[in-house]
């Protein structure tokens, strides 16, 4: 059975919103104590978990390319992040983090655990075990489609 158009409105609308709210909710707490916005850190995280080419990194956080270079530089610029040549591949590069853009993460990791156990630690654990387990499955079933196209 497919989804109605008003339903996959309501859904689009719903996602649109909550993502708004956990930006405004937690974008400002972080430039504030580190100085970095939340597009800025994706591009740190995905160095942390080992994608260290700009063009993964742009597609595995949904950023245009552009942007993604244009972090990249004012985040090396600030010395969060290296620039390092690809020893299998001479003409190309790898990101890796510094001390500096390590110790930023986990400072990071601290305030969104602060912020998020001041503003949502009454949700009951179950109701966010299903909207964790619902989401991945939609963004499973979009990157499918993403795929296909």
């Known amino acids: 059975m497919s989804s109605t158009a008003p339903e996959l409105l ?17 974008d400002e707490p972080l430039q504030e104590s580190l100085g970095l916005g939340i597009k800025e850190l994706l591009v740190l995280i995905s160095i942390s978990e080992g994608q260290t080419s700009p063009g ?15 972090l990249i530089t004012r985040l ?3 010395g ?15 990101l890796v983090l510094t001390g500096r ?7 990071r990791r601290d305030e969104t655990r602060r912020v998020l156990a001041a503003r949502y630690a009454h949700l ?4 966010v075990a299903q ?19």
């Open 124 to 127: 009951p654990p179950e109701v």
């Open 56 to 70: 993964v990194i742009a597609a595995r956080q949904y950023l245009p390319a552009a942007t993604v270079t244009r």
């Open 101 to 107: 853009g390590t110790a930023a993460l986990q400072r």
């Open 76 to 78: 090396q610029e600030h």
């Open 131 to 149: 909207a964790v387990e619902a989401l991945r499955a939609l963004e499973g079933h979009l990157q499918g489609e993403v795929a296909r196209v």
């Open 80 to 94: 969060f992040l290296e620039r390092q040549s690809d020893p299998d591949d001479l003409r190309r590069f790898r």
């Open 10 to 26: 309501d859904m689009t609308r719903l996602l649109i919103r909550l993502g708004r709210l956990l930006h405004n909710e937690i």
